[in-house]
């Protein structure tokens, strides 16, 4: 059974190297386990989209609550899926425009098709923060 897993957290003081660092191993690590997603950091918060099989996501969400470089992991979306809104994606990092004007069209544009509308909905709610 797939699921996906739409989390926040925060990462105040988290240096640019160790957000690569975070989409780097997530590169190297979940296509061995189905995982696939994006990314989005603002400075400030992760919003992280995961989808996968339930145990390996469940697994992952357990790995990811633990992870000192955060705090405040916050589950605000977990659903069942029949297909992968990000199948190509071990994990993209979608990037948020500095301009909050520009931060919708962007992430309309970058934010794969299938994704549930009211997923993107909360995703792009997330990126016009600030």
Same mark, same amino acid.
């Given at each position: 059974?797939?699921? &996906?897993?739409?989390?926040?957290?925060?990462?105040?003081?988290?240096?640019?190297?160790?957000?690569?660092?975070?989409?780097?191993?997530?590169?190297? /690590? /979940?296509?061995?386990?189905?995982?696939?997603?994006?990314?989005?950091? /603002?400075? $400030? /918060?992760?919003? &992280?989209?995961?989808?996968?099989?339930?145990?390996?996501?469940?697994?992952?969400? &357990?790995?990811?609550?633990?992870?000192?470089?955060?705090?405040?992991?916050?589950?605000?979306?977990?659903?069942?899926?029949?297909?992968?809104?990000?199948?190509?994606?071990?994990?993209? $990092?979608?990037?948020?425009?500095?301009?909050?004007?520009? $931060? $919708?069209?962007?992430?309309?544009?970058?934010?794969?098709?299938?994704?549930?509308?009211?997923?993107?909905?909360?995703?792009?709610?997330?990126?016009?923060?600030?």
């Amino acid at each position: 059974m797939l699921s &996906q897993y739409l989390y926040i957290s925060t990462a105040p003081t988290l240096p640019r190297e160790d957000v690569d660092a975070i989409l780097a191993t997530s590169a190297r /690590n /979940n296509p061995a386990r189905g995982i696939t997603g994006l990314l989005l950091f /603002n400075g $400030r /918060n992760f919003l &992280q989209l995961l989808e996968g099989d339930e145990g390996e996501v469940s697994e992952l969400m &357990q790995t990811i609550s633990a992870d000192p470089r955060h705090s405040g992991v916050s589950v605000i979306d977990r659903r069942s899926i029949t297909a992968r809104a990000c199948p190509t994606w071990a994990m993209k $990092r979608v990037m948020i425009a500095e301009s909050i004007e520009t $931060r $919708r069209d962007m992430l309309e544009r970058d934010l794969p098709e299938g994704l549930d509308p009211e997923v993107r909905k909360m995703i792009v709610n997330f990126a016009v923060l600030n």
